[in-house]
């Protein structure tokens, strides 16, 4: 079954401080790899997109890795800022399906 | 910037009713969505929709569902007798086009609450 898993579901840092989110999938057959930042009661944001071939992707202060092999992904947020605290979630795609990460709640506190 | 907008914001029916949800898509875009979240829930993908017919749709996406696209600019989402487990954030999303790299666009959402 297609199921994508998250962690942690909470994690609360200081502000400056850098942390690692988890992904875990089992979609197959994989085309993508989504991360969206969503701010509480609005829609998701894209932070990155990668496929098969891509192992590492940054946007800013995000990064993400894919591993392929182990179906593992992780969103890496460098130097957080008040404005960081929201839902992260990890989407999968395989060709004809689309699974969302149940997502981690950040917490930045200054 | 260009922006996936929703209407209404917040939409209260009783149960049985019927609503329609209103989604503007970016002008250039080809490719629309629906998803739907729960409160407190994961993200669920309902249906996409492509050159005026559905491309691909959930097990959620019964025929309680309806999508239309019907004067060029606006993308509906219609339910028609509105169930209790209907209560939902319901998102629009737009992309130039489907798969790969694409990226999606998402509207800020429209808040059903049934009662």
């Known amino acids: 079954k297609n199921q994508v898993e998250q962690s942690p579901q909470s994690l609360i840092i200081l502000e400056g401080k850098n942390c690692t989110l988890q992904?875990?999938?089992?979609?197959?057959?994989?085309?993508?790899l989504r991360w969206y930042k969503q701010d509480t009661g609005r829609g998701p944001v894209s932070l990155t997109i990668?496929?098969?071939?891509?192992n590492t992707k940054s946007n800013g202060r995000y990064t993400a890795t894919l591993d392929a092999d182990t179906k593992q992904s992780s969103l890496h947020i460098t130097a957080s800022q008040l404005s960081d605290s929201a839902s992260y979630i990890c989407?999968?795609?395989?060709?004809?399906?689309?699974?969302f990460g149940a997502g981690t709640r950040l917490t930045v506190k200054p | 910037e260009p922006e996936v907008t929703q209407t209404p914001s917040h939409q209260v029916t009783q149960m049985g009713q019927e609503v329609i949800l209103r989604c503007v898509p970016i002008s250039n875009h080809l490719y629309f969505y629906w998803y739907r979240q729960i409160l407190g829930q994961k993200v669920e993908f309902l249906v996409s929709?492509?050159?005026?017919?559905?491309?691909?749709k959930s097990e959620i996406f019964d025929d309680q569902f309806s999508v239309e696209r019907p004067d060029g600019s606006n993308f509906t989402l219609k339910i028609r007798s509105t169930k209790l487990e209907d209560s939902a954030m319901y998102f629009c999303a737009s992309s130039e086009r489907a798969g790969g790299t694409y990226e999606q666009y998402f509207g800020p959402g429209t808040r059903l609450t049934v009662t």
């Open positions: 992904c875990n999938y089992t979609v197959s057959p994989f085309s993508n």
């Open positions: 929709f492509y050159n005026n017919e559905i491309s691909e």
């Open positions: 989407v999968v795609s395989a060709v004809n399906d689309m699974r």
């Open positions: 990668m496929t098969f071939s891509e």
